[in-house]
């Protein structure tokens, strides 16, 4: 198997453990990667993809355009498990965003996330790792089963959430998943 950076760069798909479920992730600006992603899932093509960072920094490409009352309200429940969406910019590469044009963004605090995408240098896509409709894998072992040698795992343990993040609408403040 690659090291991570390779197989990151080369549009592969890697398993990883997040605050509540196992995730699914791969590199956000490669719309190969993202398109292997979503039918490795079975997932809706119409549905759009988180975008998942260990820091701020790795955000900025897709929260610059905010104003300064949305970036406070994002950062009062940042960094944590909760999933902001938020208005894109023209910026934002489109294979990214679901039918109401919004981008997905989280900014975790759980330790794998926050080593793996400090060693990429950058954020993630990700989603549950589970096949679209089924409940999440609940273990490497799990995911074994779902996808076989079709991803690399990232060995790690869950964070204390017990099912997927939350999820919210920046501007709105409507409640997707609760």
């Known amino acids: 198997m690659p090291d991570l950076?390779?197989?990151?760069?080369?549009?592969g798909i890697f398993a990883y453990p997040t605050e509540g479920v196992w995730g699914l992730g791969?590199?956000?600006?490669?719309?190969?990667?993202v398109k292997?992603?979503?039918?490795?899932k079975k997932r809706p093509k119409n549905k759009g993809i988180?975008?998942?960072?260990?820091?701020?920094?790795?955000?900025?490409?897709?929260?610059?355009h905010l104003n300064e009352k949305l970036t406070k309200r994002m950062?009062?429940?940042?960094?944590?498990?909760?999933?902001?969406l938020v208005p894109s910019s023209s910026e934002t590469p489109k294979w990214l965003?679901?039918?109401?044009?919004?981008?997905?963004?989280?900014?975790?605090?759980?330790?794998?996330v926050k080593e793996l995408t400090k060693?990429?240098?950058?954020?993630?896509?990700?989603?549950?790792?589970?096949?679209?409709g089924?409940?999440?894998?609940?273990?490497?072992?799990?995911?074994?089963?779902f996808f076989y040698d079709k991803v690399h795992i990232i060995e790690g343990k869950l964070g204390g959430l017990k099912k997927p993040t939350p999820v919210q609408n920046l501007e709105s403040k409507e409640w997707i998943r609760k």
């Open 5 to 11: 950076k390779s197989l990151f760069l080369k549009d």
């Open 50 to 64: 988180i975008i998942l960072a260990g820091s701020m920094e790795q955000l900025l490409p897709f929260t610059k």
């Open 75 to 84: 950062n009062e429940k940042w960094p944590g498990p909760h999933t902001w």
């Open 97 to 112: 965003l679901g039918p109401t044009g919004l981008l997905a963004l989280r900014l975790s605090n759980h330790k794998t």
């Open 134 to 145: 089924k409940e999440p894998a609940k273990d490497s072992d799990e995911i074994r089963t």
């Open 26 to 33: 791969c590199n956000p600006f490669s719309e190969k990667a």
């Open 36 to 40: 292997k992603l979503i039918n490795l």
């Open 119 to 132: 060693s990429l240098n950058m954020p993630i896509c990700s989603t549950s790792a589970n096949i679209s």
